[in-house]
């Protein structure tokens, strides 16, 4: 039961930030803008957020109100990823660049300079930035702060006594971070903005003809940026929720998680419910990978060298599958990728 709640708990952790990088992806795409700069954004966004947390870490405010300082955090990760996002939208929608090699080029950038400027800062060979202890909400800070605050003390006590070391205080708090409600927040938000909204009915109509859509007024152009600054703000924000699950500190790398996000959005057909199933169903692969030597009916390979890889290369591997499987259901918005010119009908 114990490996059972850990399993389920790691999966949604690890399924937030390709949930809210993957919904990035499908608001630049369906305006009309192929975001492969998914990866650098996260990086800019995770190295923004931890170096963040770094200046506060013993500021008095953020012992004192830690998941305050953990919503800074998340505010300025977002911020940070949605400006770096603006250069892939300059080059793709005032220069008509190539959508495809800018977003390479700003993931070429993004480590780069994430590790030239974490030398600056904590010097030369000091790659990783450490994430402050009271960025998780744990057991003991959820009853001491949010329970014993409403229902006082005592209630707070026996709360944390009912639930530490049992299914439900696994499941729920041995990694538990403020982006994970958040995450499901911003999915009810999407998918308000992309069908009930007159935003998001321009935002489709632009990946989908933007010449109609100009014709009625709607300037494609400012959409197009919009569909990409809400791109690189969620962006952001995987970025430093990635970090938080992966649990090590922010090495200057999100390993590939950007482009397992774009074959989530893919494999989601662009639509934000099937995101949510697609980022689980990636996620699981992924934690299945993490936790395969305590599973105790997977095959161990005890006499293949290097087997500890065999299952970390799970969710890559089934990444290909589903795409070769899925690829001709697949509907992109038909103008993505395409510059748009306005003397063209």
């Known amino acids: 039961m114990v490996i059972l709640s850990d399993i389920i708990s790691m999966t949604v952790l690890f399924a937030v930030p390709l949930l809210l990088v993957a919904l990035g992806g499908m608001f630049s795409e369906r305006s009309g803008i192929i975001n492969i700069a998914l ?11 931890c170096l963040f947390m770094r200046a506060i870490s013993n500021a008095p405010f953020a012992v004192e109100a830690p998941q305050f300082a ?34 390479t ?24 930035i450490l994430i402050p202890t009271w960025a998780r909400i744990s057991l003991q800070n959820f009853s001491d702060g949010f329970v014993g605050s409403i229902f006082g003390a005592d209630a707070g006590t026996r709360f944390f006594e009912a639930l530490d ?10 990694s538990f971070y403020l982006t994970t409600p958040i995450a499901f927040v911003l999915l009810i938000a999407a998918i308000i903005v992309m069908y009930r909204t007159k935003l998001g009915l321009r935002l489709r109509s632009c990946g989908e003809h933007p010449q109609a859509a100009d014709s009625v007024g709607i300037n494609v152009y400012k959409m197009r940026y919009t569909g990409v600054f809400i791109s690189g703000l969620l962006g ?17 790398t999100v390993a590939g998680y950007g482009f397992l996000a774009l074959a989530v959005m893919i494999f989601g057909n662009w639509k934000p419910l099937n995101i949510l199933g697609a980022s689980f169903f990636f996620a699981l692969f992924k ?52 510059p748009y010119d306005k003397g063209a009908r």
Do not use: H
Not at 39 to 49: F, P, T
Not at 106 to 125: K, S
Not at 295 to 310: G, H, K, M, R, T
Not at 314 to 325: F, K
């Open 39 to 49: 990866e650098g954004i996260m990086i800019i966004g995770a190295l923004a957020g």
């Open 165 to 174: 070391g049992t299914f439900v205080g696994n499941l729920f708090f041995k």
């Open 236 to 252: 952001g924000i995987g970025g430093i929720a990635y970090t938080m699950a992966a649990g090590a500190g922010f090495q200057s």
């Open 287 to 338: 934690v299945i990978g993490s936790y395969s030597s305590s599973i105790p009916f997977l095959p161990s390979f005890e006499n293949v060298a290097a087997s500890d890889y065999i299952y970390q290369m799970l969710p890559y591997i089934v990444t290909m599958i589903i795409l070769v499987l899925t690829s001709k259901k697949s509907r992109a918005p038909k103008a993505e990728g395409i």
């Open 70 to 103: 953990m919503l800074l955090t998340i505010l300025v990760s977002a911020l940070c990823g949605a400006l770096f996002s603006l250069l892939l939208a300059f080059a793709s929608i005032n220069l008509r660049a190539d959508q495809t090699i800018g977003g």
């Open 105 to 128: 080029a700003l993931n070429m950038l993004a480590p780069a300079f994430a590790v030239v400027l974490t030398w600056a800062i904590q010097g030369q060979g000091q790659t990783t």
